[in-house]
């Protein structure tokens, strides 16, 4: 039976930390091939785990869905799916389904305009009232956050994970194509990215820094000379020089090589945020997919930079999820560090639940944003929104139950998670 909390934290609207929702155009471009996979979301990933090493080749996409699907309903993922079924056209999410689910989507798509379409899932359904877009925005995409491209509820992040993980010159030169500035030197970089930032800044629309460079590489971020990111530089930048002997068209050096010029360009950036007072997200944590590489994802590898930029407001991603007790250690050690559970309510139900119950113990509740679907499509962040509402609630009841919080102080911690902290960290209102 529903509790009062259970019911407050329903009704509560979201503040959406966390999103890659595609543009109004792209989704219109592809608005008849959406059906019951579309559904599927972070899914994908366990029906390839499920599959195991030595999955049948021969099998489609949909054959491989259906034959997987039971063994995978189960988790984090799976739930989302079936939630979100559920909760839209009163179905299981199964394979003798499929088609059915793919008719009411349609037609619940049908004769809506791409706008109306947000609204209704996002705005309406899922009841957020904020969303950050993370839409791997890079220098020169900045076009699609003109009126009308988004709703005026959505606001982005500046991205360009590979500038932070460069090992080639591909970065130096979109650099350059999109800011029209010819790159010969270091300093020349650090003005074309700082270019490509102003440039995005001037829509009005930036909300953040995202940092998604886990990706390519660890976290770990060094402090190097000018000098020895100048070195970096001239080598992935002058690609006819005979470098120890040997000369590469590719231009390609290797990680160790590069990682001076990539740390150098972080910490540039992160002056920028701190001269600015911009916010910085950071993935830590799992990965998205399938066969990543998660040693140096954690978020203890960061701390020197929390040392560092002590103005600076970080809001670290995916609870480091499966290191989210570090990161509550570190919340509540640094103040300029922020825990972020987005995603990790698909990813781990009960892990998450755990780490709120934790992080409430331990972490002032202003500081801990408690939503973020991590979605594609619009959709999708109705599943996601309904795990994070009833982990939320079953956390914020043991409390109650347990004699640590009120009714009432349930509620201003339900409010705050979930709305508040995230108005008042990026100032919308």
């Known amino acids: ?200 800044k001037a829509t009005g629309k930036l909300a953040a820094f995202k940092l998604g460079f886990a990706y390519q590489r660890d976290l770990v971020v060094g402090d190097p000379t000018t000098h020895d990111a100048e070195l970096a530089f001239n080598r992935i930048r002058n690609r006819k020089t005979f470098w120890d002997g040997v000369q590469n068209n590719g231009g390609a050096v290797n990680a160790l090589e590069a990682r001076p010029l990539g740390d150098y360009l972080v910490h540039r950036l992160l002056e920028r945020a701190s001269e600015e007072d911009i916010p910085v997200q950071i993935h830590t944590g799992y990965l998205a997919g399938n066969w990543g590489s998660l040693a140096g994802t954690r978020a203890m590898n960061l701390i020197p930079i929390f040392d560092k930029y002590r103005h600076v407001r970080f809001d670290i991603f995916h609870a480091s999820w499966p290191w989210t007790s570090e990161l509550g250690a570190i919340a509540k050690n640094y103040p300029n560090v922020y825990p972020d559970m987005c995603w990790m309510w698909a990813m781990n139900p009960t892990e998450a639940e755990r780490t709120l119950a934790e992080w409430l113990d331990g972490v002032p509740f202003n500081k801990i944003f408690g939503f973020g679907a991590d979605s594609g499509l619009p959709w999708m962040s109705m599943g996601y929104a309904i795990q994070a509402r009833r982990g939320v609630a079953c956390v914020l009841e043991e409390k109650i139950r347990a004699g640590f919080f009120s009714q009432s102080t349930a509620e201003e911690v339900a409010a705050a998670i979930m709305l508040k902290n995230g108005e008042q960290f990026y100032r919308v209102s």
């Not at 997987?68 to 056209?89: E, H």
């Not at 899932?121 to 009126?147: C, H, R």
Request: charge should be negative; proline fraction near 4%; glycine fraction near 8%.
């Open 1 to 200: 039976m529903p509790s009062d909390i259970s019911d407050f934290v329903i009704a509560q609207s979201l503040f959406d930390n966390h999103d890659h929702h595609v543009a109004f155009k792209e989704f219109d471009q592809n608005r008849a091939a959406y059906n019951a996979l579309s559904l599927l979301g972070y899914a994908d990933a366990d029906i390839t785990t499920a599959a195991g090493a030595r999955s049948d080749k021969q099998l489609s996409g949909p054959e491989t869905v259906a034959t997987y699907w039971p063994k995978i309903r189960t988790t984090g993922y799976g739930r989302a799916v079936g939630l979100l079924c559920r909760t839209l056209f009163d179905l299981e999410y199964s394979p003798e389904n499929f088609e059915v689910v793919a008719g009411k989507l349609q037609a619940t798509i049908k004769d809506k305009s791409a706008p109306q379409v947000y609204d209704h899932f996002v705005k309406e359904t899922a009841n957020i009232k904020w969303v950050l877009n993370d839409s791997f925005f890079e220098p020169g995409t900045t076009g699609a956050l003109k009126d009308g491209a988004y709703p005026d509820y959505y606001r982005f992040t500046w991205r360009m994970d590979d500038l932070f993980g460069i090992v080639n010159e591909g970065p130096i030169q979109t650099l350059g194509r999109l800011t029209g500035m010819e790159i010969l030197s270091l300093d020349h970089l650090v003005k074309a990215m700082n270019a490509s930032v102003e440039s995005f």
